[in-house]
């Protein structure tokens, strides 16, 4: 005797992750058979604020699109921005800003390992990995003034050098970062509690991932050998040798272990770069106007490949800007993670992509006469948006 299978939503608001999002699941007894995400509910309208903004005031709003990955954003912009105005910033400014970039993927590793040992009940490592967590955050503070949002990045270079005096203060905050680490990857390998959490769930093999287009650890964890830094080199990473990790294990543990192992890898770029570090100016200056014309930059942010498109037309504001994020690139390899697993496993596969749903978020209003998208400023979407809810 067949049974119906059960309809069970998921969110906007639930108890995995702080930022709403929603997923409807289609389950037989305890095992998804089918799930639909449906984003949309952080939309911020920054592409569109985006528009009305100088080119050097977008630094600050591209930088709140995330707080974990705010270089990652400006880096990409600041990329796009220097290819239209076909300039090249100074070769120390390139080492700054993979410094940092490094330093960032540090501590979104970091993070995440906290935040899925709690999604497995597991509070004592989520404790130890956040107070470990700290020391990152320190030297990021210590670099750029800030905690969260660096605003290291400018359009023509960094805004703020590193001293020898600073220098030996990262080295000495790399090597408890690295000790630390190894600690956690060997509880990582041993401990039962995540082993039997982790290991065989959220299974994404190598050719679902492609097909998928899985990005960052996602990816690599299903023993797919890209990353940005090595297929499409920026700032320094033609420079400095480093080695692409991937796991084959294709499950939550693969994606815990790419991630330890990233951060041996950042360490090591952090410390060559120093070693390395060219002499001279750390910017160039700009003109406030930008030419016409247009530039996809890509990096590597610490949760996958983000890609920044640009649309300029010689004023001193961008014509068309456009964000696609890493997360928006997972969740079609997310939804099959979850279909085949239980319904207790859903918080630990969702946050093994490192889902970061405030960067990912997008709203289009479609005519549905013509099938044109609208246009709207900012005033005109809140009106509209202010209408529709009352309709409905």
């Known amino acids: 005797m067949s049974y119906p299978t059960i309809r069970i939503p998921f969110g906007p608001q639930h108890p995995f992750h702080i930022e709403p999002e929603y997923f409807m699941f289609e389950v037989d007894g305890e095992r998804v058979v089918s799930v639909t995400p449906r984003i949309g509910y952080v939309h911020r309208g920054i592409e569109k604020a985006i528009e009305d903004r100088t080119f050097i005031q977008n630094l600050y709003l591209i930088e709140r699109i995330c707080g974990i990955c705010s270089n990652a954003h400006t880096t990409c912009y600041t990329q796009a921005i220097e290819e239209i ?3 090249e910033i100074p070769p120390r400014a390139r080492f700054i800003r993979t410094i940092i970039a490094e330093l960032e993927r540090i501590h979104n590793h970091y993070l995440w390992l906290g935040l899925a040992a709690h999604e497995i009940g597991f509070e004592t490592l989520f404790m130890y990995t956040w107070r470990d967590r700290e020391i ?18 400018t359009i023509g270079g960094v805004r703020r050098d590193i001293t020898p005096e600073i220098v030996e203060k990262i080295r000495k905050g790399l090597d408890a970062l690295e000790e630390r680490m190894r600690y956690y990857k060997k509880i990582a390998m041993t401990e039962p509690t995540i082993s039997k959490r982790t290991a065989g769930i959220g299974i994404l093999k190598p050719k679902d991932a492609i097909a998928l287009c899985a990005v960052g650890p996602t990816l690599r964890a299903s023993g797919i050998k890209r990353d940005v830094r090595a297929d499409d080199p920026y700032i320094a990473y033609d420079e400095i040798p480093f080695n692409v990790i991937t796991y084959d294990g294709c499950d939550v543990i693969s994606r815990l272990f790419v991630r330890c192992d990233e951060v041996f890898e950042s360490v090591n770029i952090i410390r060559y770069a120093m070693d390395r570090l060219p002499e001279g100016k750390i910017r160039i200056k700009v003109p406030r106007r930008v030419p016409e014309g247009e530039a996809v930059s890509r990096v590597e942010a610490p949760r996958g490949e983000l890609i920044h498109y640009a649309k300029t037309n010689g004023t001193t504001k961008p014509e068309r800007y456009k964000v696609r994020s890493p997360t928006l690139g997972n969740i079609p390899s997310l939804c099959k993670m979850l279909v085949g697993g239980y319904i207790a496993d859903i918080p630990i596969i969702i946050a093994g992509i490192d889902p970061c749903f405030s960067c990912t978020d997008r709203m289009a209003f479609v005519n549905v006469n013509n099938n044109k998208q609208w246009i709207l400023s900012g005033e005109e979407l809140r009106r509209y948006a202010i ?3 009352q309709k409905e």
């Open 387 to 389: 209408k529709w809810y």
């Open 136 to 153: 990152v955050m320190d030297l990021l503070e210590m670099v750029s003034g800030n905690r969260v949002h660096y605003a290291m990045n």
């Open 85 to 87: 105005l076909g300039v």
